[in-house]
């Protein structure tokens, strides 16, 4: 028998102008089952009679009926059942009456394993669909949709540690649905867990034989656009909507719908992230909040939250599950860094199902690109599992005689000790090798030149121009158990980067506005980075007042070595350029130098749970360094020390469970140090950062979330390039970035989802002895907009069938920070179709759609680079 059911959307949208709030209201009419249609799941338990068992992502068999305590029910006729509404009073009375109270929630714990049972207000049932369980990280979830929690306790129920295995079972209501999350410690839990309502039973645990391939995290990472939890805030897999500071995490699907092969390509998805600077194939820094984030000693890289120098200078992503940028100062949680903010890059981990992947991709200007991703058991109990991703990219450039190599091993092993622990060793191996992208001068591109305009393909470096690299990593992580509350990591990571090139590079502009005269440098840079961090990770109750703290200490050491000669470099006609002209004289004989910075951090964090909707962050670091620099040409050297503390706070209130309203405080410390042009080996003072920061985070559904964050940020003792004297550094006094971010991503409907981002950014220098105050802070915009969304059809003959369309516009932008040029404003779309069918997936993704001139960024010798015009790129890929 069926029967109309009334299902209701509330969407909540944040509208930036005017600050309103719009109610978004999508009523759906379903024919369901009167009854709870999946039946239960009985895994490892004794069968309840007559329910037939679904199997996860497959179509569900005939429902028997199920069962009550008390015994069968009895047979509901059509003429006993609602009818669907006609009126708007009668939709109303029905959507009052399909939410479901949940009065009480129990766990009993059993020979089996963990029930939990939800108790309903008059023993209503509960629709509970058993095919959307899911898996996210260490956690099992359920959503219970139609319901809402009325416990006298309030609208949270949390146990911790009822199991050895189980960190916490939290039962909260989330935008209508009822969201019941089963967390293990440091794995799934290997308890079973069982869902009970209403006389039925549902297991949570998966299936042992055979992977979900649409929820569960697998190869692909978590399908869809939202990402839930993270560890980035706070050191802790915790809640976005519990951390009071905004962050952004662009997950693994949004990846692969955009075949985002490098940073740059995630990071265009953030709002307040811009590129400052690239040298293809070698290096890319990028802004955050106005401020860049650079290779090198406090990069404000990271690489599974371990500081990575080395990530800035080779940034395609094979084997990076997603990337989480956290923006402000971070310093209390990994130590010194860029004010702006910190991209944390989350490698790809062994899968609990075997995982294969094989995918290849042909583009425009000749890209080939072939890729693997496997992961498996190395022996029977599956106590050893491994995750191995290996990438090649061969690839031509719209930009003359540049061309780039790209190969990459990334093997990871993971060790299970015993029930309580896991070892995890991990390594890769990088080489590249790359021609080089002069730019092109402004006047002729940006700004008229009497001899004409500068071909957007140009390149004035050499056609035997060229950089190389190789990047090897190593090292382990372990994460144990130690009692049911409190948990210990421990990491260590060796990242060697050995870098070279041999470049003809402009630097001025002739009288004649055609004459571009060059140097040639030979360069090389070895960067050792070693970083070990313990902590300890505990919950405990004061009263009524939970605690979740983490105590602990990192230790990093930085060791680069450079090595560089300077020759002359006949110029270069911007209009008939000539080229492999003989090398002119040395200028500067060979140079070579060692910076060496050694730090220890120790830090603690207090997340307090002052009641179900006050949330309290607490936090402090202290930081001590000591550098020691040393110009190996003529044996001079220098030394300093010093220490800093970095605090933070942040509190986050809940007013209904959909909303998080939060305000933080949060400082950050970089010991800065560089070369002055007057050949002295000049050690600056430090470079310290200070961010207050309000917000709101939303829920709109369990699929679609929002964050709007206003900041004011203030970055003092400032070291920027010296813009008339290159390889050389100044200090530039005091900076400041004001400015509003409104993010959005997650699913409006089945198979419709959305990543957008806006962000306001007011920038600039407050106090400076060498430029102007009140000039802005180069290569950020003051309105930056994103949106990419695509739409897959969910059943039929077409079913996986989509398409994808993308808008990235950046504002006006000044080129540098004497503000002497600025480059226009540029809206560039980008669209893909994509067919999705058991192990086969094929796209096709067309960037800058209508082949728009652009510029990505600016240069402080007034160079600018373009932007990628039209391309396409089709991917094949096969999953076995």
Known sequence: MRVGQVSVQLGLWLVLTGGLIGV???????????????????????????ASPLTKGKTPLPTASPLTKGGMRGVVRVRDLKQPA?????????????????????????????????????????????????????????????????????????ADNPTTDIATVQVEQQAGNIRVSVAGNNALPKTEVTLKTGGLAYSLNPEGDEADDEIVVTGEGQRGYRVPNTSIGTRTDTPLRDIPQSIQVVPQQVLRDQNA??????????????????????????????????????????????????????????????????????????????????????????????????????????????????????????????????????????????????????????????????????????????????????????????????????????????????????GYRLEYQLSEKWSLRNAFRATFRDYEDNLTIPFRLGTDNRTLNRFYREFGVDYNNYSLTTDLTGRFSTGSIKHQIVVGVDLNRFDTRTRYTDFDAPSIDLFNPIYRQPIGDLTTPDSRDISLTDSLGIFIQNQITLANNLKLLLGGRFDTFSQRYELLTNGSESRQSDSAFSPRVGIVYQPIPAISLYASYARSFIPASGTGFFGSDLIFEPQRGTQYEVGIKADISDRLSTTLALYDLTRTNVLTDDPNNPGFS??????????????????????????????????????????AVGNRLNNVPENSFNLWTTYEIQQGSLQGLGVGIGLFFVGERQGNLANTFQLPSYLRTDAAIFYRRNQLEVSLNLRNLFDVDYFEYGLNLNRVSYGQPFTVQGTVSWKF
């Open 261 to 474: 092969t490098r940073l740059e390509d995630a990071l265009r998805n953030v709002s307040g992230v811009t590129q400052a600077f690239s040298l293809p194939g070698a290096v890319s820094t990028f802004t955050i909040r106005g401020f860049a984030i650079n290779e090198g000693a406090g990069s404000s890289f990271l690489r599974d939250g371990l500081p990575d120098p080395a990530a800035g200078g080779v940034v395609e992503l094979p084997n990076i599950e997603r990337v989480e940028v956290l923006k402000g100062p971070a310093s209390v949680l990994f130590g010194f860094g860029s004010p702006g903010g910190t991209i944390n890059l989350v490698t790809k981990q062994p899968l609990l199902d075997p995982f294969y992947r094989v995918e290849a991709t042909l583009g425009s200007y000749n890209f080939y690109r072939g890729a693997i991703d496997f992961s498996d058991g190395l022996n029977p109990s599956d106590t050893v599992l491994y995750r191995f991703n290996a990438a090649y990219r061969n690839s031509g450039s719209f930009i003359d005689f540049f061309e780039s190599e790209y190969l990459s091993f990334s093997p990871v092993l993971q060790i299970k000790l015993g029930e309580r622990g896991n070892l995890f060793l991990e390594g890769e191996y990088i080489q590249t090798n790359a021609s080089f992208y002069s730019g092109v001068p402004v006047l002729g591109s940006i700004r008229s030149n009497p001899n004409g305009r500068i071909r957007r393909d140009r390149n004035f470096g050499e056609p035997s121009d060229q950089n190389e690299q190789t990047v090897s990593r190593a």
């Open 24 to 50: 978004a209201t999508d009523v759906q009419a379903e024919e369901r089952s009167p009854l709870p249609t999946a039946s239960p799941l009985t895994k490892g338990k004794t069968p309840l009679p007559t």
């Open 730 to 771: 100044i200090q530039t006094g005091e900076q400041k970035s004001r400015g509003i971010e409104l993010n959005i991503a997650g699913e409006i409907l089945p198979g419709w989802r959305v990543f957008a981002g806006y962000a306001y950014t007011d920038s600039e220098i407050t106090k400076d002895n060498t430029f």
């Open 86 to 158: 006609t009126t708007v009073k009668q939709w109303v009375a029905q959507m009052e009456a399909a939410q479901v109270q949940v009065t009480n929630v129990k766990l009993e714990r059993t020979e089996a394993g963990l029930d939990i049972v939800l108790e309903t207000a008059e023993g209503k049932p509960l629709t509970i669909d058993a095919t959307k369980f899911r898996r996210e990280g260490n956690s099992l979830i359920a959503e219970i949709p139609n319901a809402t929690l009325a416990l006298p306790q309030g609208q949270t129920f949390v």
